[in-house]
């Protein structure tokens, strides 16, 4: 069974950081792509960036291109995003996502493309 668990989330004010952690199990962690995407009240789902695992390619939104940081833990199946320089605006709950395959990087940037997503971790940024 494939399961995601994002943590990591909490109260920063601006221009702090977090770590946030999407722990992975139920599949074979080298042949996916694990996606981060974030959703605040009232708005779209917005994608916040991607790695695919069999290449180490990494793809960033405009937003957070330069502040944010994806990487991984093969040992532990587990990828982290490093939110830093946190401005109100990105208040939302993150979500992590984990797809098999190859489609290339850009094929990772929308939501639809995942067929595993977990729970989210709730991040608050005071201004």
């Known amino acids: 069974e494939v399961q995601l668990q994002a943590s990591g989330g909490g109260l920063v004010h601006t221009g702090g950081s977090l770590r946030l952690s999407c722990a992975t199990s139920g599949f074979d962690f080298d042949d996916y792509a694990i996606g981060w995407f974030r959703q605040a009240p009232g708005k779209q789902r917005e994608g916040v960036g991607c790695l695919i695992n069999r290449d180490g390619m990494t793809y960033y939104g405009d937003s957070v291109k330069g502040r944010f940081t994806i990487s991984r833990d093969n040992a532990e199946n587990t990828v982290y995003l490093q939110v830093n320089s946190l401005k109100p605006e990105d208040t939302a709950v993150y979500y992590c996502?984990?797809?098999?395959?190859?489609?290339?990087?850009?094929?990772?940037?929308?939501?639809?493309?995942?067929?595993?997503w977990g729970q989210g971790t709730q991040v608050t940024v005071s201004s």
């Open positions: 996502t984990a797809q098999g395959g190859y489609n290339g990087i850009y094929y990772y940037r929308l939501w639809g493309s995942y067929d595993y």
